[in-house]
């Protein structure tokens, strides 16, 4: 069965502190790979996604992930920090046309200003 | 443009009852996704409703059921309550189209079954 592992829990920073928040996911075909965002009192939203192409991902906020089929993991990276980046952040995968998201348990992300 | 919007927020239930949620798409999607966001297990897709029609569903019982309108709004429907079945319910919607499209999602319904 197709399953997404999130590796972090809990993430304590401090501001300026670089972020790596692991996502590995089970699957051996094609995959469309998602970070969803959920910020504190605000619905999920998309944080950036990859379908192909270029397996580094930018997306908002200065947010990048990066796809390695080698080792099924989809990383989400941020080289700084903020303390508005204080959310719960959770990977998704999607295998086929199914539409059906399978998602990581999720992070939570704390950034001490 | 509104984004997809939950109904209600909140809701209490007893165990054996039946709970009815709604969700109203963003306009033009065509999609809806009912997610189950439970302490502790993340979130569980539930269903997934695209013109009207159920298109897959996740690994819950049937006393989990729901629909879509023709307007492409959706209701879910969760018969003879149980404790267990307190979560944050969450609707996504997203547009027509074959391939992968992001979610959107709205804020959720709060039910809680005591």
């Known amino acids: 069965a197709q399953s997404v592992s999130q590796h972090n829990h809990h993430v304590i920073l401090s501001e300026a502190a670089s972020l790596e928040l692991g996502c590995n996911y089970s699957?051996?075909?094609?995959?469309?790979l998602f970070w969803y965002v959920q910020y504190p009192g605000q619905h999920l939203q998309l944080l950036l996604k990859?379908?192909?192409?270029d397996p580094l991902v930018k997306g908002i906020k200065g947010f990048e992930a990066e796809f390695i089929k080698s080792k099924f993991s989809f990383n989400l990276r941020k080289p700084s920090v903020q303390w508005s980046d204080t959310a719960e952040y959770f990977c998704a995968v999607n295998a086929g046309n199914n539409r059906k998201l399978i998602w990581g348990l999720g992070t939570s992300l704390a950034v001490n200003p | 443009e509104a984004g997809v919007t939950q109904s209600p927020t909140h809701l209490i239930k007893t165990r054996g009852q039946q709970a009815t949620l709604r969700c109203s798409p963003i306009s033009g999607h065509t999609s809806v996704y009912w997610y189950q966001q439970a302490l502790g297990l993340g979130l569980q897709f539930l269903l997934w409703?695209?013109?009207?029609?159920?298109?897959n569903r996740g690994n819950f019982p049937p006393r989990f059921s729901g629909r879509q309108f023709p307007n492409y709004s959706s209701e879910l429907n969760v018969n003879a309550l149980e404790l267990e079945d307190s979560a944050l319910y969450l609707c996504a919607s997203s547009p027509r189209g074959g391939g992968n499209t992001e979610a959107f999602f709205g804020q959720g319904t709060r039910l809680t079954v005591v």
């Open positions: 990859y379908f192909s192409g």
């Open positions: 699957y051996g075909g094609t995959v469309n």
């Open positions: 409703y695209d013109e009207g029609e159920e298109r």
